[in-house]
């Protein structure tokens, strides 16, 4: 069959629509689905990355805070005896050892611990009252127990609070010299700024005169101390930047 000028128009634009519509089917329609999804996963990542965006913000935030408590820390533990100054028996003697050279002081006899655990506990001062449940009763207005409930605050806020473990080494020592001596020994011990406390202190040969202090006759003084020096471990340093 032979097909006229007007059939051969009218079939190249049915041949065009055909290639268009198969075009759209093949090539269009697969890429526009894949646009689609491709913006559905954009809108996702968008998300995730705000979020990630948010939480990236706090950190540096949570950095500074991190350095400040830590900071915070080293600063209360500061007051405590370098924990590898006393470790054991040995180097505690050694760390004591420049309280007694520096008075001049002689060591006659020693006795010091290897460190362990133990209770700081807190120290306070509690009032008392004679007759304290006679004076809730003649007090009708109330202001005698307030007095005593103020002066008792402190006490009864530090007797709750939980007492922390720490180390602690204890150093017994006997010295003799010169009542000076003596004296300045217990005075580098006691104003020291490490946290060591002064259990007990015995005097021999020593007698006190009113308004002249300690004083002794022709012998030298001695005194007994008994030390307990106080120790935390160091805290490492947080790694922030990892």
């Known amino acids: 069959m032979k097909l006229n000028y007007r059939d051969l128009v009218i079939l190249g634009v049915l041949l065009a ?15 526009n689905d894949d646009r689609k999804k491709n913006l559905e996963t954009l809108a996702t990542l968008e998300q995730e990355r705000s979020e990630v965006d948010s939480k990236v ?10 350095k400040s408590i830590y900071k915070e820390t080293m600063n209360l533990s500061d007051p405590f005896v370098d924990y590898n100054n006393i470790v054991n028996a040995r180097k505690l003697d050694q760390y004591m050892q420049h309280f007694a050279e520096d008075c001049e002081v002689k060591v006659m006899s020693l006795n010091a611990s290897d460190l362990d655990k133990s209770q700081l506990a807190y120290y306070y001062f509690t009032p008392s009252f004679i007759a304290e449940d006679q004076i809730a009763q003649a007090d009708l207005d109330g202001s005698q127990q307030a007095m005593i409930a103020a002066a008792k605050a402190e006490s009864d806020a530090l007797s709750a609070r939980t007492t922390e473990d720490v180390l602690a080494g204890q150093y017994s020592i006997s010295v003799t010299g010169e009542q000076e001596a003596i004296w300045n020994y217990m005075k580098a011990l006691e104003e020291q700024e490490e946290t060591i ?46």
Do not use: C, H, W
């Open 57 to 66: 913000a706090e950190i540096e935030p949570l950095k500074t805070e991190i």
């Open 17 to 31: 629509i055909a290639i268009l519509v198969a075009g759209f089917f093949l090539l269009v329609k697969p890429k």
């Open 197 to 242: 406390i002064i259990n007990s202190v015995t005097l021999g040969n020593v007698e006190f005169k009113e308004n002249s202090g300690m004083r002794t006759d022709d012998e030298e003084a001695t005194a007994q101390f008994v030390i307990t020096l106080y120790s935390v471990y160091d805290l490492a340093e947080p790694n922030v930047e990892g």
